[in-house]
Nanobody, 130 residues
Framework: DVQLQASGGGLVQAGGSLRLSCTAS????????LGWFREAPGKEREAVSC????????YYPDFAKGRFTISRDNSKNTMYLQMNSLKPEDTAVYYC???????????????????????WGQGTQVTVSS
């Protein structure tokens, strides 16, 4: 079981950067697959990036590739999302999430599905102005 809290959002100009953090409380953080998701007004929640327990397997949708980087520091019970070259369409509430399990390379195309994640942080607002 784990509780998550996201932070680090804010207002940034297009082309700028933000680093989001998600701090976990509870036990066995190293056993959780982690993900970042976002929800814009009037839009469905969508995957931003997901990361396996061993830090080896990642998923990025096309809009995030080359701009966003997910990472985790198990010693600090924290996950991060580094966002560079931000665009106005990145404006959304960003949520961190987790589920307890493992990911194989064969499942990389599906393990970043929002419905797979059991635990969610409260979200942090990211606003990108043009």
């Amino acid at each position: 079981d784990v509780q998550l809290q996201a932070s680090g959002g804010g207002l940034v100009q297009a082309g700028g950067s933000l680093r989001l953090s998600c701090t976990a409380s509870g036990q066995h953080f190293v056993d959780y697959v982690l993900g970042w998701f976002r929800e814009a007004p009037g839009k469905e929640r969508e995957a931003v990036s997901c990361l396996s327990t061993n830090n080896d397997i990642t998923y990025y949708p096309d809009f995030a590739k080359g701009r966003f980087t997910i990472s985790r520091d198990n010693s600090k019970n924290t996950m991060y999302l580094q966002m560079n070259s931000l665009k106005p369409e990145d404006t959304a509430v960003y949520y961190c999430a987790a589920f307890r399990g493992t990911v194989t390379l064969a499942a990389v195309s599906t393990f970043c599905t929002p419905t797979l994640y059991d635990y969610w942080g409260q979200g942090t607002q990211v606003t990108v102005s043009s």
